[in-house]
């Protein structure tokens, strides 16, 4: 059975502090991994992986993908009160159009 | 440009009714799929509509169904509501041989 498992599931840290989410997956036909942040409610778009592209950056997030150990981490660099939300890892398998979502994984930044 | 907009924001229903949740694509968007969100849990894959046809579902009884219209908006139906069906239900949208699917506010529903 497909599995994505996150990891911490929470996490407390200051302003300022570097944090690192992971993602590690069991999946048939791997074909790609995204992360989403969710505030609220919609989830918003922050990164795709796939084999053609194992590494993104935006400003102090970036992310990148093993393939080979299956998992992948997001990054946050000097984080600001605003990172606060729910990190949502999803993965992809060839030929399907669903993603696979983990529990997610709920990041807290102190003043 | 709007993103995709989803009615109504919340919901309170009964044990046995039925609802209708609603969606629209993101302009340009052409494929709308649907999640379940439980507190605490991450979306679970309801099903994808695609050219006005179900081109795959998940792993949920068949109390769950939906459409697709010409304009490509999307329409959620759950049919004997259970205390279990009590979640945030997303739709996302995606266009033709793009991935990346982007998520509307969700609607909230409470069954009691």
């Known amino acids: 059975e497909d599995k994505v498992v996150q990891s911490p599931l929470s996490l407390v840290v200051h302003e300022g502090d570097t944090v690192t989410l992971n993602c590690s997956y069991e999946v048939t036909n791997f074909r790609s991994l995204l992360w989403y942040k969710q505030e609220k409610k919609a989830p918003t778009f922050l990164f795709m992986l796939t084999s053609s592209g194992i590494e993104k950056k935006s400003g102090r997030l970036s992310s990148i993908l093993d393939k080979k150990e299956l998992f992948s981490i997001l990054n946050i660099t000097a984080t600001q009160t605003g990172d606060s939300a729910v990190y949502l890892c999803?993965?992809?398998?060839?030929?399907?159009?669903?993603?696979?979502f983990g529990t997610g994984t709920r990041l807290k930044v102190l003043a | 440009d709007a993103g995709v907009t989803q009615s109504p924001t919340h919901l309170i229903k009964t044990r046995g009714q039925q609802v209708t949740l609603r969606c629209s694509p993101k302009s340009g968007h052409d494929t709308v799929s649907w999640y379940q969100q439980a507190l605490g849990q991450g979306p679970q894959f309801i099903f994808q509509?695609?050219?006005?046809?179900?081109?795959q579902r998940g792993n949920f009884p068949d109390r769950f169904s939906g459409h697709q219209f010409p304009n490509y908006s999307s329409e959620l139906n759950v049919n004997a509501l259970l205390l279990g069906d009590s979640a945030l239900y997303l739709c996302?949208?995606?266009?033709?041989?793009?991935?990346?699917?982007?998520f509307g506010p969700g609607t909230r529903l409470l069954v009691l």
């Open positions: 509509y695609y050219e006005e046809e179900e081109r």
């Open positions: 999803a993965v992809v398998r060839s030929g399907t159009y669903k993603y696979i």
């Open positions: 996302a949208s995606s266009a033709t041989r793009q991935e990346t699917q982007y």
